[in-house]
């Protein structure tokens, strides 16, 4: 049996850590400002539940104000305990807004069966949002995504959609009325797991709708677990890389001009002009 008071001590050092990774990622990107009202999507998973918690206390250390609302959709999933998330925050004393949305019965009518829904899903969700954040007049809308979302985002981009891009710490809508930040995006999944189960929160299913699973996301999922156990560093170290970006070094002529490269005398090498002339021959 552990000794009490290691646990507490493990407790704490787990709150402090997260505090302050989520703090410096705040900082770093600017995520949230003075008099800055932010809605915080609470999903019923444990990473929502995490952020709202990480929020709530950085709030009360912070030399600036800002609001937090605390916002769920409603999705009008079959089994959704209705009751869970409403009981959740009255307790713990948030404002919050449960809006009431079936788009569960918009998908199912419109995917055909055994297809996966989450694509049409999220577009759905993410305009709801968007519509709420501005009823709501807040000026911010944060996510719950962690380290690890952003990471398997960037390898299936690279594996899936050949492309090198990941998901933001901050990004402006399409419309450009809403600024959305993730304020996790420093923390290891592990680490929420971890403290979801220190905290307790009251975890809702994540599958309810019945979709199929993400097997692309989850086979990433699996891959970093896979590095992190075996090369220790590898993850932090890919993770590191997205924030040291060298255009000049990749092969992408619309973020770094090629073509017009030249030497400091403005010029071409002649020898290289000379060693290219039979391949723009033959091109």
Not at 34 to 53: F, I, P, R
Not at 83 to 106: A, C, M, R, S, W
Not at 178 to 186: D, E, K, N, T, W
Request: glycine share 8%; charged share 30%.
């Amino acid at each position: 049996m552990k000794d009490p008071r290691k646990i507490a001590y493990e407790e704490n050092k787990l709150d402090k850590k997260l505090c302050r990774l989520t703090g410096q990622a705040i900082v770093d990107y600017n995520m949230i400002e003075d008099g800055d009202k932010v809605m915080v999507c609470l999903s019923g998973g444990k990473d929502s539940y995490a952020m709202l918690d990480i929020l709530m206390k950085l709030r009360e250390r912070a030399p600036i104000n800002f609001e937090l609302v605390a916002v769920n959709l409603d999705q009008k999933q079959p089994g959704f305990p209705e009751d869970v998330l409403p009981n959740y925050l009255k307790k713990i004393g948030i404002p919050f807004h449960i809006e009431e949305q079936d788009t569960y019965g918009i998908v199912k009518r419109v995917i055909p069966e055994g297809k996966t829904t989450c694509g049409l899903c999220s577009r759905l969700r993410r305009g709801i949002l968007y519509r709420v954040a501005g009823e709501l007049g807040a000026t911010k809308i944060a996510l719950g995504h962690h380290r690890d979302d952003i990471l398997e985002t960037l390898l299936m981009n690279m594996f899936h959609g050949g492309k090198l891009k990941g998901m933001p710490p901050k990004l402006k809508s399409d419309d450009g009325k809403h600024i959305v930040i993730r304020p996790l995006a420093y923390v290891p999944e592990r680490y929420l797991e971890r403290y979801a189960e220190q905290m307790a929160f009251p975890i809702i299913p994540c599958n309810l709708c019945g979709s199929q699973e993400n097997l692309q996301r989850n086979a990433m999922k699996a891959l970093l677990r896979e590095w992190e156990k075996k090369y220790p560093g590898r993850v932090e170290s890919l993770f590191s890389s997205m924030q040291n970006v060298v255009p000049s070094h990749l092969m992408d002529g619309k973020v770094f001009d090629f073509k017009n490269l030249t030497d400091s005398s403005g010029s071409v090498d002649l020898e290289e002009q000379i060693s290219w002339q039979p391949v723009q021959m033959m091109l």
